[in-house]
């Protein structure tokens, strides 16, 4: 979004092929925001839309 930054996000969806792989996406999540903290769902899948990816997120930003 135009003007936006990692601070306006509210909510975060991250899908994940491997679920091993969750403790580090939540360290990574913490490294890069501040409280109060966006939600924040991971949620297991089989794929993603490339092959090879391990991550795709949806983020939510409220502006203004």
Same mark, same amino acid.
């Given at each position: 979004a135009a003007g936006g930054s990692l601070d306006d996000i509210v909510d /975060? /969806?991250?899908f994940l092929?491997?679920?091993?792989?969750? $403790? $580090?996406l939540v360290e990574v999540v913490g490294k890069h925001f501040i409280e109060p903290y966006p939600s924040h769902t991971a949620v297991g899948v089989t794929s993603l839309a490339e092959p090879g990816l391990m991550l795709e997120m949806r &983020?939510? &930003?409220v502006l203004g």
């Open positions: /975060l /969806l991250s092929p491997d679920m091993r792989h969750v $403790e $580090e &983020a939510i &930003a």
